[in-house]
Structure formats: structure tokens, C-alpha cells
């Protein structure tokens, strides 16, 4: 089992900057993949970024592409989002996730709230 613990949400003015942490804790020897997800209020859940956790392999959705940066701390144990230029429409519960080689995203941190004022 590998739980996860996010941290670094809140209320930010447009144009502004939040990094979220995760920490992972538990079989983090097995941890292939890290990811953050979001959640705005009344739209399914999305993925905004996601890293391997020995190589670092990146991938971005569009709509974060060039503003969010995910980063990982092996020896912390921690995968980070650095998120820049914030908009209002990324305005959501953003949790953290992690995956087993082979698997899917099964492990899920509780989600921090993350509000983008215009």
C-alpha cells in the first residue's frame, strides 16, 4: 500500500503561483508513475500532469502545458506541481496519485482545494 498526502492548496489572484507537494509514504519502492489530477465543482475528474518516478518522463494536458511544471523528489519522496499564470478555470480539488508498474492510478492523497480569483 502507498498512502499520499497533498499540500499547498488555496486561494490565489489570477496571474499568480501555488506549488503543490504530495508525499508519498508506505511501498514507495513500487511507485512506478506519480500524477496530479483535478476536480472542478459540476465537471469529472481530469488529469493535469504526470511523471515517472525513476526516469522523470513528463506529460501535460493542453490546458496546463507551458504554466504547470511536475516534479519529483526521490529522496524526499515527494512529487510536486508548480503552478504558474494560475487562471480562474483552474479553479478545482487537485489530488495527487500514484501507480505500480503495470497498474493504474489505484492510490489517491485526500485532495486540496486550490481557488483562483479573477
Known amino acids: 500500500q502507498v498512502q499520499l498526502v497533498e499540500s499547498g492548496g488555496g486561494l490565489v489572484q489570477a496571474g499568480g503561483s501555488l506549488r503543490l507537494s504530495c508525499v508519498a509514504s508506505g511501498r514507495t519502492a513500487s511507485i512506478y508513475g506519480m500524477a496530479w489530477f483535478r476536480q472542478a465543482p459540476g465537471k469529472e475528474r481530469e488529469l493535469a500532469a504526470r511523471?515517472?518516478?525513476?526516469?522523470?518522463?513528463?506529460y501535460y494536458a493542453d490546458s496546463v502545458k507551458g504554466r504547470f511544471t511536475i516534479s519529483r523528489d526521490n529522496a524526499k519522496n515527494t512529487v510536486y506541481l508548480q503552478m504558474n499564470s494560475l487562471k480562474p478555470e483552474d479553479t478545482a480539488v487537485y489530488y495527487c496519485?500514484?501507480?505500480?508498474?503495470?497498474?493504474?492510478?489505484?492510490?489517491w492523497g485526500q485532495g486540496t482545494q486550490v481557488t483562483v480569483s479573477a
Open positions: 496519485a500514484g501507480r505500480m508498474i503495470g497498474g493504474s492510478f489505484n492510490y
Open positions: 511523471i515517472t518516478w525513476s526516469g522523470g518522463i513528463t
